[in-house]
């Protein structure tokens, strides 16, 4: 079972852990964009996109016979601060029927470009699956 991390004195963080202590075995999900499984974006909105970036990387973790409550590690790139911002709330709703916690040591950095030309997010993941 995954522990999130909470330093004394400390206030809970909104959305994420500070970080996270788990123990088992490890599953690494590459970046994962905004396009179908085909690898056809279906649209350029950005919360479009991420919501379709979040189910991506479940369905690899199921590859791996993980779920989401297995994740410890979760990094969002985005080419645009302002857009994730503006999105946040259908991200947050897509995030909690997708994965359905935030005890997750989590980081979100903006970047020029994705290599992806059409791609405004990618999310990488660790996951543990206890012992």
Known sequence: MNEALLPEGWPRPKGYANGVVARGRQVYVAGQVGWDPAGVFESDDFAVQARQALANVVAVLRAAGARPEHIVRMNWYVTSKREYL?????????????????????????ITALIEDRAKVEIEVTAVIAD
């Open 86 to 110: 503006a999105a946040g709330r259908e991200i947050g709703r897509a995030f909690r029927e997708i994965i359905g916690f935030y005890d997750i040591a989590m980081t979100a950095v903006e």
